[in-house]
């Protein structure tokens, strides 16, 4: 969300509910915000408006479309499990079929009739006098100056969403061309270029395989080696896809076993000494891939397993032994007109600059313009770092649910399974929202405070912490703001049924003349 304030002279959207206000606001149509759409719907509420900045639905898979994009959990599991599907192409599915998935879904559930397509959030303020979030937008879709009213406000924005592009010295001077993995330059013919490739996390391993193929040359600047374990990509055969069909239970058993598989790696992150097995699994993939010794010491991390997303593959090893690929480690001193120089000296003449740099995560909010009630900034409730109640719920900021909020990420399961716990305990706060005919739910402050101590307490010790790296899951003090810290079963069983004396409840459902301007903030 951008930093436009609401002007009074706003124009608002004729709201599609009783009251002048939608019931729901949902931001995004990735799986977090359809997964919201769907829930909403089974609850019999129909009284909701998605808005989508794009001109598509799909979230993280329509916005990453690089070469080799694909997901590194595997099929039968990355799937909502109201809709599981049978016959995925792949054990581990690729960004084309995760968007056909979805936009299946779309169309199943009818959902593009509440989709405002070209229509960005560029703010969101809650008006105390009306109990709504009045959401400035803009776009194509929208109306200069537009206002969306809602009663509940869901932010299915994504944590990986604004991509994060190094502030290198000399980086403005360079004339070639660069992009970010997130915003793949399909125009631009990688074949026979020089290519500079930054970063070396999810992302870059996917697409370098890929790119390393057609380019002339590639160097890799690599800061950190992550650990990767063997991707069992194939196939899944005829005979799978029919014993998926037909036979009941077998999809249902092979989707637990994953889910069970992946989980049991959650009890490596308090106690990194379970995790040797899967290291030396790891160590002994980079020995039979990389014969060369110099290569492999550069590859080979110097942390604890688990501290960074440990990731999956097998073409990326065999892609850095490759001729044309150079991997240096030395650091960018800077970058010129036509090259990028290395902290050793080395300069490396290039075409292109590829950044696969990851997002801003932790300081994504910096300069999101979210006012709660009494006029609350989202920045200064979050002086002291990012932090939700279940990574859903913020004090200060009614009827405000994030999806996918902080410390609500996993480094070792599906987001999926996150997000629809998430959906259910929404659902629940807005079912108490109408039993008690109240206008407004905020988590308490206290609650907050309290599931937070319980967050950093876990996270002391565990291996994001204590593993001997950074990534995104810290914030610039090194506190864990991203990670769930225990398995997806605690999450699953806190957020299953919802406390109702963790949140203070009141006010009235607003009765606004629909098409009204209203001037937000005004307070009490
Ligand atoms: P990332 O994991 O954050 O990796 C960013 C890379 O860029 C790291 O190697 C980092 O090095 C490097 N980097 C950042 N700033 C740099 C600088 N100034 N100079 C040199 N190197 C720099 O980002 P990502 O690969 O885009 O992945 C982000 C997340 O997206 C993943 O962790 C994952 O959750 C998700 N993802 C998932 C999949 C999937 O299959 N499910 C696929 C892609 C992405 P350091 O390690 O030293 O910081």
């Known amino acids: ?63 990453n479309t690089y070469p080799g994009c694909a997901c590194d959990i595997m099929s039968l599991l990355y799937s909502f499990s109201f809709e599981p599907k049978s016959d995925w192409s792949r054990m581990f599915p690729r960004q084309r079929e995760l968007l056909a998935y979805i936009k299946g879904i779309v169309d199943k559930y009818d959902l593009a009739q509440h989709i405002r397509f070209e229509t960005e959030v560029t703010g969101a303020e809650y008006d105390d006098a009306t109990d709504t979030w009045q959401v400035t937008v803009a776009g194509a879709g929208a109306a200069p100056g537009e206002v969306v009213r809602g009663r509940a406000l869901a932010a299915g924005m994504g944590p990986l969403h604004q991509p994060s592009i190094p502030d290198l010295p000399g980086l403005a001077s360079f004339q070639g061309t660069t992009f970010h993995s997130a915003e793949w330059n399909h125009d631009y013919d990688l074949a026979g270029k020089r290519v500079a490739v930054i970063g070396t996390g999810a992302s870059a391993i996917q697409f370098v395989p890929q790119i390393a193929k057609r ?22 055969t005829g005979v799978e896809k029919a014993l998926f069909r037909r036979v009941p239970g077998v999809q249902r058993g092979y989707r637990n076993a994953i889910y069970l598989l992946q989980e049991s790696f959650v009890l490596g992150f308090k106690n990194p000494r379970l995790l040797k097995a899967a290291s030396g699994i790891a160590q002994a993939h980079l020995k039979r891939q990389v014969p060369d010794p110099e290569l492999r010491a550069k590859l080979t991390p ?36 036509h090259s990028i120089v290395a902290r050793d000296g080395t300069e490396y003449p290039v075409d292109a600059i590829i950044f696969g740099t990851g997002f801003h995560v932790t300081d994504a909010f910096e300069h999101a313009h979210i006012v709660g009630r009494h006029g609350l900034r989202i920045q200064d409730a979050w002086k002291d770092g990012i932090q939700a109640h279940l990574g859903v719920t913020v004090a200060g900021f009614p009827n405000l649910f994030l999806l996918l909020g902080p410390n609500s990420g996993l480094g070792h399961n599906s987001m999926i399974f ?35 101590r319980w967050v950093q307490d876990r996270s002391a010790g565990a291996v994001w912490v204590a593993g001997g790296c950074t990534s995104w899951y810290l914030d610039e003090n090194g506190v864990n703001r991203a990670a769930w810290p225990a398995s997806t079963v605690n999450y699953w069983l806190r957020t299953r049924r919802l406390d109702p004396a963790d949140f203070q409840v009141g006010g009235a459902p607003a009765v606004i003349p629909a098409g009204t301007a209203a001037a937000a903030g005004t307070g009490e």
């Open 1 to 63: 969300m951008g930093g436009r304030t609401l002007e009074r002279s706003a124009v608002v959207t004729p709201a599609a509910g009783p009251g002048g206000a939608y019931k729901a606001v949902i931001v995004g149509t990735g799986f977090s915000g359809l997964g919201m759409a769907i829930g909403l719907k089974k609850a019999g509420v129909h009284d909701f408006v998605i808005l989508e900045k794009a001109g598509e639905v799909g979230g993280t898979w329509r916005e």
């Open 302 to 337: 110097d942390y604890t397993m688990g501290c960074k997303r440990t990731l999956v593959s097998s073409d990326y090893y065999p892609a850095l032994t490759r001729d044309n690929v150079e991997l240096t480690t030395a650091g960018i001193a800077e970058v010129r007109e």
């Open 418 to 452: 996150i997000i629809e716990a998430q959906v259910r305990y929404v659902l629940q706060c807005l079912r108490m929202l109408d039993e008690r005919g109240a206008g407004r739910i905020a988590v308490r402050e206290s609650v907050q405070d309290r599931f937070n």
């Open 215 to 236: 380019v002339g040359s590639l160097t890799l600047f690599q800061r950190t080696p992550p650990w990767i374990m063997p991707k069992p990509d194939r196939r899944v």
